[in-house]
Every structure is written in structure tokens, then in C-alpha cells.
């Protein structure tokens, strides 16, 4: 089971149209697929036309008090699944500090973990409130061969726990001097790790290439950083479309360029990461 | 669930006038989609490359039904360039699944009346290409995967064989709900057996799928098919119906005997029965022997061959009508049957065991072996072109009509009037003119004797000959019990065979190996005269007779122990009791 993670610090850079779309292509190509909608807003969710809402919270989930395969919708298509996002997701972080006090209760661990106390786990090795996504990912394994999470914009204990859990990021750029400079920031935090780092494919979304600043950033990263992809997403209004349509491009318009340039992409990301 | 299994819910047009009707039929089908829209949006299927292949299924088993005894079902579904297996019931051993979990899904609630357990069956599938599964495929050349894995052991030696073909276009409409998301499909399939002579066309059926994490909008469009005119819930999968629809049912053959006898019934007429039923037995397997689709046609047409005899022996008389001469005459063409069979047989053994007797060689190599091998294969050539000659033969042909015929003639002469006769005779003085329950104890009586009082005189000192003819005395024995299985109690039938049995093997190793040990001699006296037995072979040769000749001996230690658990003081105290249960009165009791 291979673990792809679309995420960026930085909001409104497309990670919902990547995550809906290439966990569709997965599916197409074979590979029984399970998509997790972590963002609260719940917008992959609602692509596929499925309830933003989960039995007994994001609570029920963290702390294993119901199995993560009971959440678990099936979507129009044939393997693929999804996990909705849930309004209480929002909180995710105290539910991952409460799962990682509640583990650490019994007291030979030596407690120092009070509830409202802040995760402290950069330091790679992976505390127990870091691995809790990771944990609640393993027993997919017997029956996915991949999972993509779709995940909120920000740097959080959750997305530490995705960067834990991930074995490839998927880091949709928008051409700007900002986006770019998330880039590094997350290729130094993963540089940072001392464990097994998840490999990072950085890929140009919403590109207009007829912005003169696009291009020139686009042709300086590539340049210089290789784990940018040669595959771009153009800025095309019908990918707007999806939430319209609640379906993937590749589904209600499968001739189209956009349709085209996320199988480019997905070919890309496939060959890149086997 | 990745991919929607069946909601549980089958329905089928099963009114005769619907299945032989298609407008009335379309009729019930406009009547459920319109039932289904009082809650659903409800929209065809868009058809994807991949689904719109030749929609046939062909399921397989081996000829003995290997698979459905082990509550297994696998199905053969042609794909483009190759197809699919699909094996379905209740999960095997931990570790048993080949390894390969990217072809293993669980598929929640197969068809309601599919048997017990759907709750744990599980679908494992696996992609196949050449072979076209109107062909057997022998266990042996099964494409490695995972369901090949789960079914190698089980088949073996077997082949695989198709057992019904059924096409069945099928059309799929998604529900949606107010979203317009897809939470359930309805499945409508128009199936026909394809078949020579004829195809045969089956009652439609409908499905509802679920999507997982919609059970309950499933449940909802099961209420309202159920509720439809024309529809019913199926009673069995589709699987058993296309076989019904052939005459057929799954488990309809088994080599064991299985007679419908009581004890109340003339014993002539339980005889014939039994001896019909091997007659079956004998016809059944012909078909499989000539086209050498696997190794244990031969061998059950052979035992069948041999059980006859057996019964000819034990209660030849009780065949009224039957002269001496004319029981004479069966039980030597019977002979000669069982001679016809016996040089293949005697190859299959040696070739069967043949990589097992390879691997166990401590000072040869398994590749010295290999001139040894292809020698077997050459001479059983031969002798199953003599062997299908005689089957194929008009003397073979004479024989099965003739002995069917006879024992029909039998049968009816003692239908259900002659029963009230013998049982009006009270008293029957000789077993072979009452009934089946006196002809059953008298003769396994007398049976077990023999083997009781010859494995007693047996010494550490006695030949080889006389384990040899106890041997024979026991297979006799062991048929009686089979034969009149029905009549005896269940568990404690299954005790006193278990036993037999034991001592069956022990003595069936002795001699065996001894024939074995002979028989390589002579195959490697031959392979050297015909200038084809290397050096290194017949020393391999040699080893494989060493070995066997430890393994005697080891068997001739052993028999004391078998043979005193069998027929010791508890063995006949059992022996009694299981025989005494057939009678019902004290007078009959005094009547043996």
C-alpha cells in the first residue's frame, strides 16, 4: 500500500482537484484506492457527492474507539473509496494531543504529556501523537494498494502525522514567489526528519503561461529542484468545473486537456515513485 | 468492500409464464424500475470497455466436486485476451492466499441461499490468459496465482473441468439518491445455459448491489422489488439453477456407493441397487478415462469394477433370477474389466509419487531419474491405447447393458409388493431371500469373521502370502460396510471403518511396496535390454527399492498393533453392536 499525500502549507493551490483526480486515475489503473478527505471543509467529499459527516466524529476515529474501516463510502467508481471529512475534523489536533495523552496514561512513560499541552515532535522520531495517522492507516493495508489524503492547508499536528504516515507528497505550486518559498520550507522540515523521509514530487498547478512570471519562475525551479515534476496542471476553467460537476475531469470530460494533463501527470508521479 | 458485492437479495422472475414470455417479462421489469423511482433517481449504467465483454460464466470443479465439498465456487469469466478466476466461500488457511493481497477482496453477503457462511466467504481472483476453460485444466499446469494456491491442494490430483457454462446479457441501472450519488445498483440479468444439445434458458434475475457504506438505501431497494407482482426471492444461486436446468445438482457425483437401500427392503432389491449404483460409478467415469483428463477416472471406473466383484462374491445369491452360470459370467467379465485397467494404473501410481520418490533420494539425483520417467510415460502410452480399445470395444458395450438391464429386471420384480411379502415370511430361513437388514448382518458378519480368525493366525513367522490374502479378505469386509452403509448407524460405522482402514493401509503398504519393488526390477531389466537404462538411473532405481523395502518392514512391525485395534476384543464387541442394531426383533435376531 503506498500512502500520497496532496499537501502545501499554503490554501487555494488546487490539493482537493489533485487529490480527487489522480485518486481516480489510481483507481482506473487498477489499484484498489481509498481516498481520505481530511480537510473539514469537506470538499473532496463533496466532489464525490458523499456526506462531509462521520459516525461519532473524528473522535471515534482517533482514538480507534470505532475502526476506520466503518467510516469508509463507496464512490460512483469501481476502486475507489473514500473517507469523508467530518466538521469536527477541525480540531484535529487536540483529538491527535488527546490520542497521544491517552495513550501515554498508566503512567510509566513518566506522563509529561498534559492534555492542552502542545505536541512536541519535531524531532522526527515519531511520538506516538506523530504516528496516530499512520497507525489508523495500517489496517487499510490488506485491502488498498493506495491511499491519498487530501489535506487542509497548514502546519499543524496533523500534518505533521501525514508527513509521518506519507510515503510520497504531492505539492501542488502555483507559479509565485510565495508558493515557492513553501516549497522549502517543507523541503527543509522533511530534510529535518531523522526517520524515513517521504519522498516530495512538487508539480506547477493553475499555470497561465501566458504570465511572464510563471514562466520564469517555473523554468528557475525546474532547474534547480528535481523533485519538481516536468508534468504542469494548466489554469483551465474547466477544472473549476469539477465542483459543478462533483465528479473528477477525467470522468465528465475526458477528452479535455485538463483530463489529458492529470494523466500526464499521474504517468509522471507513477514512474517516479515506483 | 472495494468492489459492491450482492446485497443479499436475489429475485427472479420464477413464474413460468414470465421466463417463456419476454413482453411479459419486460412488463415485471418496467414494474420494478418504477417501483425503485418512488425513492431513487434511477439511471442505466454507463458501460465501460472492461464490463462490456462476453458476458459468460463458466464454472469449474473438478469431476468429483473437490471444490463444492470444501464450500468453494469458481467461476471463469472471459476477459479480453484471457479471463478471470474467481473463487468464492469461506476463507482457507492462514497463508494459503499465494501471497499476491492485490487480488484478495472480501465480498460482503453473497447470494441469500447460497449456503451457509456467506458472512465469511471471501472472492479471490486471478487473471489467467491462453486456456479457454472449455478444456480441464489439470492441477498441475495451473497458472501460479493466488486462486491456483488456495485450489492446487485441494484438486490434486484432479483436473479442473467446466461443469456449466450460462451467458447472460445483463443491463445495471445506478440509484441515486437526492445528491445524485450512485448508492445502489440493480442488476438484471437474462440467463441461458449454454449447452449441447440445446441451450436452456433461465428465469431473469435481479440483484441489488450495495455501495459500501449504503446498506440501508440497498435494504430500501430490496423492499421495493419485493414488493413488486412477479418477483420472489431465488431460492438458489444461479450456479444451482442452470445445473437443475440440466438435469443436474451440484454433489451429483461421488465414487462412494450411496445405494438408496433400507433394511426393510427384499434383499434382492438392495442388492441390485447396490450393484446399479456401481454400474453408475463404472459409466460415469469412462467418458474422463478416454480423454485422460486426469488419473482418477481410471481409478474410480477401476474400484467400481472391483466392488462388483466384491458384491457378486458377498451376495451374488441374493439376485433372483440369476442363474450361476449367468453370476459366473458377470464376475469374469468384471475381471476382465479390472485386468484391462490394472497395467495403467500401476503406471499412474509409480508416475504420481514419482517427484515425491525423487526428492526423497538421499544418494542419487532427481535428474538420474529421468530416463526412469520418460520410460513410464512411453509404456503407459501403450497401454492406454489397449486400455481405451477396450473400453471402446462392443464386448465392454454388451457387458454394462446387458448387467444393466438385468439388474433393472431384478429391481422391478421386487418393487414395493415383493417387500410386503418378505416381511409377511416372518421368518426368512436364509438371509439372501429376506430383507436387505438380514442379508447386511449376516454377510459383514461373516466377513469379519474370516478377518478376525486369519489376522489372529498370523505370526511374526507366517508369509508374506497369508497378510496378503487377509488383505483381500479385508478389502471384502470394508466393502460390505460401505455397501450397506445406509442401514447402520452413522458414527458407529464411521468408528469400526476408521479402524479398518488403518489396518487397511498397513497391510496395503506391505504389499504394495513388495509389487513395487518387482515391478522396478522388471522395468529396469527391460530398460536395459532395450539400451536405455544409464548407469546412474538404475542406481537411482536401486535406492527407490531400498527405500521401499524399509518402508515393508516397517509396515509388517506395524501390523500387530493394526490389526489387534481392529479385530481385538473391543473391535468385535463393536463389530456386534453395529450389526445388532439392524435388527428390530428378537425373533429376527433368533432368524440369522
Known amino acids: 500500500m503506498r500512502i500520497y499525500a496532496a499537501y502545501n502549507i499554503k490554501g487555494g493551490v488546487g490539493k482537493t482537484t489533485t487529490a480527487v483526480n489522480l485518486a481516480y486515475l489510481a483507481a482506473e489503473s487498477g489499484l484498489r484506492t481509498v481516498l481520505w478527505d481530511l480537510d473539514p471543509q469537506g470538499a473532496a467529499s463533496f466532489m464525490f457527492r458523499i456526506k462531509p459527516k462521520v459516525k461519532g466524529g473524528g473522535r471515534a476515529i482517533i482514538s480507534g474507539k470505532r475502526p476506520l474501516d466503518d467510516a469508509i463510502k463507496g464512490t460512483d467508481f469501481d476502486n475507489l473509496d473514500l473517507i469523508p471529512a467530518d466538521f469536527t475534523y477541525r480540531a484535529m489536533d487536540l483529538l491527535l494531543n488527546a490520542d497521544r495523552a491517552s495513550s501515554a496514561d498508566g503512567g510509566k512513560s513518566g506522563g509529561g504529556t498534559k492534555s492542552g499541552e502542545g505536541a512536541k515532535s519535531e524531532d522526527g522520531t515519531g511520538s506516538k501523537s506523530v504516528r496516530t495517522l499512520a497507525r489508523l492507516l495500517a489496517?487499510?493495508?490488506?485491502?488498498?494498494?493506495?491511499?491519498?489524503?487530501?489535506?487542509?492547508?497548514?502546519?499543524?499536528?496533523?500534518?505533521?502525522?501525514?508527513?509521518?504516515?506519507?510515503?510520497?507528497?504531492?505539492?501542488?505550486?502555483?507559479?509565485?514567489?510565495?508558493?515557492?518559498?513553501?516549497?522549502?520550507?517543507l523541503s527543509d522540515f522533511v530534510a529535518g526528519l531523522k526517520r524515513r523521509r517521504p519522498q516530495i514530487l512538487a508539480f506547477f498547478s493553475m499555470v497561465d503561461r501566458r504570465k511572464k512570471l510563471h514562466r520564469e519562475i517555473m523554468e528557475k525551479l525546474s532547474a534547480e529542484r528535481d523533485e519538481v515534476t516536468a508534468t504542469v496542471i494548466p489554469a483551465l476553467s474547466i477544472i473549476e468545473a469539477t465542483s459543478v460537476e462533483r465528479s473528477p475531469v477525467t470522468v465528465f470530460a475526458p477528452g479535455s486537456s485538463a483530463a489529458k494533463a492529470y494523466r500526464a501527470l499521474w504517468a509522471e508521479i507513477r514512474s517516479r515513485t515506483q | 468492500m472495494m468492489t459492491p458485492g450482492l446485497s443479499g437479495f436475489i429475485a427472479d422472475g420464477g413464474d413460468p409464464q414470465v421466463r417463456d414470455d419476454p413482453q411479459a417479462w419486460e412488463g415485471t421489469a418496467a414494474a420494478v424500475l418504477e417501483a425503485l423511482a418512488a425513492e431513487f433517481e434511477v439511471v442505466p449504467e454507463r458501460r465501460t470497455a472492461a464490463a462490456a465483454g462476453d458476458p459468460r460464466t463458466t464454472w469449474l470443479d473438478t469431476f468429483d466436486w473437490r471444490l463444492h465439498k470444501a464450500g468453494l465456487t469458481l467461476e471463469y469469466v472471459p476477459l479480453r485476451g484471457g479471463g478471470e478466476l474467481r473463487l468464492s466461500g469461506p476463507a482457507g488457511p492462514a497463508g494459503d492466499g499465494g501471497g499476491d493481497v492485490g487480488a484478495e477482496r472480501g465480498a460482503a453477503g453473497a447470494e441469500r441461499g447460497a449456503g451457509p457462511g456467506d458472512a465469511a466467504d471471501q472472492v479471490t481472483t486471478q487473471l489467467v490468459t491462453g486456456r479457454p476453460p472449455s478444456r480441464p485444466h489439470p492441477a498441475?499446469?495451473?497458472?501460479?496465482?493466488?486462486?491456483?494456491?488456495?485450489?492446487?491442494?485441494?484438486?490434486?490430483?484432479?483436473?479442473l473441468v467446466p461443469v456449466v457454462t450460462v451467458a447472460a446479457p445483463t443491463a445495471v441501472y445506478r440509484l441515486l439518491n437526492s445528491d445524485r450519488k450512485t448508492v445502489a445498483r440493480l442488476v438484471v440479468s437474462r440467463p441461458t445455459v449454454i449447452g449441447s444439445p440445446r441451450s436452456v434458458p433461465l428465469p431473469p434475475r435481479l440483484a441489488v448491489t450495495e455501495v459500501r457504506g449504503y446498506q440501508g438505501e440497498a435494504r430500501r431497494a430490496v423492499r421495493l422489488i419485493s414488493a413488486v407482482p412477479g418477483i420472489r426471492a431465488?431460492?438458489?444461486?444461479?450456479?444451482?439453477?442452470?445445473?437443475?436446468?440440466?438435469g443436474r445438482r451440484p454433489g451429483d457425483y461421488s465414487n462412494k456407493v450411496g445405494a438408496q437401500i433400507t433394511a426393510a427392503m427384499p434383499a434382492a432389491a438392495a442388492a441390485a441397487a447396490i450393484l446399479l449404483r456401481l454400474l453408475d460409478t463404472i459409466e460415469a467415469n469412462v467418458v474422463g478415462v478416454l480423454a485422460d483428463t486426469d488419473t482418477e477416472f481410471l481409478h474410480d471406473l477401476r474400484v467400481g469394477a472391483r466392488r462388483t466383484r466384491s458384491a457378486l462374491k458377498l451376495f451374488g445369491d441374493a439376485l433372483t433370477g440369476l442363474t450361476a452360470e449367468e453370476l459366473a459370467f458377470f464376475a469374469a467379465e468384471f475381471k476382465w474389466v479390472g485386468d484391462l485397467t490394472t497395467p495403467v494404473r500401476d503406471l499412474d501410481v509409480h508416475l504420481l509419487g514419482f517427484e515425491e520418490t525423487a526428492r526423497a533420494l538421499a544418494a542419487a539425483k532427481p535428474d538420474d531419474l529421468e530416463p526412469f520417467r520418460a520410460y513410464l510415460e512411453q509404456r503407459r502410452r501403450k497401454e492406454f491405447r489397449l486400455l481405451a480399445r477396450g473400453l471402446r470395444s462392443a464386448r465392454f458395450a454388451a457387458l454394462t447393458q446387458e448387467w444393466r438391464a438385468r439388474l433393472s429386471e431384478i429391481q422391478r420384480e421386487h418393487a414395493p409388493a415383493a417387500r410386503g411379502t418378505a416381511l409377511r415370511s416372518g421368518h426368512p430361513r436364509k438371509a439372501a431371500g429376506g430383507t436387505a437388514g438380514l442379508l447386511a448382518a449376516e454377510r459383514t458378519r461373516v466377513?469379519?469373521?474370516?478377518?478376525?480368525?486369519?489376522?489372529?493366525?498370523?505370526t511374526a513367522d507366517s508369509p508374506a502370502e497369508s497378510l496378503h490374502d487377509l488383505r483381500k479378505r479385508c478389502k471384502e469386509l470394508r466393502y460390505a460396510l460401505e455397501f450397506f452403509a445406509p442401514l447402520h448407524d452413522r458414527a458407529a460405522s464411521a468408528n469400526a471403518v476408521g479402524d479398518l482402514k488403518r489396518l487397511q493401509d498397513c497391510l496395503g503398504d506391505f504389499q504394495d511396496t513388495e509389487i513395487q519393488i518387482g515391478e522396478i526390477r522388471a522395468i529396469a531389466a527391460a530398460m536395459l535390454a532395450a539400451g536405455e537404462a544409464p548407469a546412474v538411473t538404475l542406481l537411482a532405481m536401486g535406492e527407490i527399492t531400498a527405500g521401499l523395502a524399509a518402508r515393508q518392514r516397517a509396515a509388517r512391525a506395524d501390523f500387530e498393533r493394526r490389526f489387534a485395534a481392529f479385530a481385538g476384543r473391543d473391535g468385535q464387541r463393536r463389530m456386534s453392536a453395529l450389526l445388532l442394531g439392524r435388527y428390530r426383533t428378537s425373533a429376527d435376531i433368533r432368524g440369522v
Open chain 2, 140 to 159: 498441475a499446469s495451473l497458472p501460479a496465482g493466488p486462486v491456483s494456491a488456495r485450489v492446487a491442494g485441494l484438486i490434486a490430483p484432479r483436473a
Open chain 1, 139 to 185: 489496517t487499510l493495508a490488506a485491502e488498498y494498494d493506495a491511499v491519498f489524503l487530501d489535506c487542509p492547508p497548514s502546519v499543524s499536528l496533523l500534518s505533521e502525522n501525514v508527513l509521518y504516515a506519507a510515503d510520497v507528497i504531492l505539492v501542488p505550486l502555483i507559479p509565485t514567489t510565495l508558493s515557492v518559498r513553501t516549497l522549502e520550507q
Open chain 2, 234 to 246: 431465488a431460492a438458489e444461486p444461479l450456479f444451482a439453477a442452470a445445473l437443475r436446468a440440466l
Open chain 2, 447 to 458: 466377513s469379519f469373521s474370516k478377518v478376525a480368525r486369519r489376522g489372529a493366525a498370523i
